[in-house]
């Protein structure tokens, strides 16, 4: 899936006048194909979440406790989710090594690991000897990217559209429920 990429990368990270955009693009994806490779098919699909559908109300990509019938907790929960459906996507359709939509991805990544702020350079984060914050949104990411099996139903490119309405359905029968006992 990732040979093609794998030569453009290596071609293109040497190149003096890459974009941060998409240099961040390129790590992004070399990270995927690592750990699409060293990682055992078991160890992923034991990440795996159970459907929506079935579940209580949680967040559809990080699991908090919701109180609404809503899908997501949070705005950047959304867009994370949608990000991971679409680099799916263009992986899958080998759109991934067109160099703008690799600069595109690369301005969402960086929008999305900054926690969905406005962005400002920040030398004392990068020289802190913890994973930041932005390690752990684009680590969470590249993993549920590199997963054979979509990790979570939000993470599907093909389904998560056509399943919307059920699992909104299903959300809103467990509020009203709820609201039913306390009605007793
Ligand atoms: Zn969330």
Redesign the pocket.
Known sequence: MFARVEQDALRDLENPDLTDERRLALMFIAAVRHLHRAIAPAAFEARRRSAPEESDL???????ALRGPSL???D???D?AKHIRYIRKIIHDERITVPDLQESIGARLLYLGSGGQARSPDPAAKAAPHPTETDLILGDMAFRVASPQPLRACDDWRTWELRQPTIKAARRAIIESRLGHAAD
């Not at 949680?58 to 908090?64: E, G, L």
């Open positions: 949680s967040c559809a990509s990080c699991d908090k997501y907790c949070c950047q929960c959304r994370v």
